[in-house]
């Protein structure tokens, strides 16, 4: 391969979105691979990218799918050296109201499906050397109240992130990220696009002074993505503007 090429899952809004413009303004390319066809065409438009962009509309957790997707870009591409488990969402639902089809859900897309991309990929990756960025989150650490099906699916991505570092050491590195607070509003499509609503409290709560940005997570993406960061694997690292460490302690 001449350059990187990068599959990112739930690469069309939000987080996902930022990290697969990041890597296309790097001048790799990139495939986005999301639910949501709508927002994929809106990306391909703002990218602007051409050949470089790929886009695949579907689910992270159909084996078959991603299969043929990562077979597909691989043939495009030349390869793969990148894989961004991005895809996730939640569901948050007092325990007693919280449905096993609830459960299976969010269990589905956001670790089941990691683990099925990396195992496709994982042949692709061996060859080019490549790594994985996962992305796990703070609540695999400290929880709200109604989040299991969340706050358990991001604690598997984290063990997932090491056991997967052991298993494809040393061709493949292996990192997360766990976002904290990230305001991802003005990182949707467009007709779901809007200026994040946040008061002076929000910000004040972290020792950075603001809520976090996609743009935060995705330069610590392409960094762990790229050579530059090949003696780091089996890491996770906390992007919260300090949250995880504050003292609750009232003044």
Not at 55 to 63: A, C, L, M
Request: charged residues 20%; aromatic residues 6%; negative net charge.
């Amino acid at each position: 391969m001449t350059q990187p090429s990068i599959l990112v899952t739930g690469g069309a809004q939000g987080i996902g979105r930022a990290i697969t413009l990041a890597c296309l303004k790097e001048g790799w390319c990139a495939a986005a691979l999301d639910v949501d066809g709508e927002a994929l065409v809106d990306l391909a438009a703002e990218a602007g990218a051409g050949e470089r962009l790929m886009t695949i509309e579907g689910s992270n957790h159909d084996e078959a799918l991603v299969a043929e997707a990562v077979a597909a870009i691989a043939a495009r591409f030349g390869g793969l050296s990148g894989l961004v488990n991005n895809a996730g969402f939640s569901r948050n639902r007092p325990l007693e109201e919280l449905t096993l089809d609830d459960w299976n859900a969010v269990i589905a897309t956001n670790l089941t499906g990691a683990f099925l991309c990396a195992k496709r990929a994982a042949p692709h990756l061996r060859k080019a050397r490549g790594a994985i960025v996962n992305l796990a989150s703070t609540r695999a650490f400290m929880s709200q109240p109604d989040t299991e099906a969340y706050s358990a699916s991001k604690g598997g991505v984290f063990a997932l992130t090491h056991a997967l570092a052991a298993s494809l050491a040393p061709d493949v590195r292996v990192n997360a990220i766990s976002p904290g607070w990230i305001a991802t509003q003005a990182w949707q499509k467009q007709g779901k696009r809007s200026e994040p609503d946040l008061a002076p409290e929000d910000h004040a709560q972290h020792w950075s002074g603001r809520v976090g940005t996609p743009e935060d997570i995705a330069s610590m993406a392409v960094y762990l993505l790229g050579d530059q960061a090949g003696f780091i694997t089996g890491s996770n690292v906390v992007i919260d503007g300090g949250m995880t460490r504050k003292m609750i302690y009232v003044d």
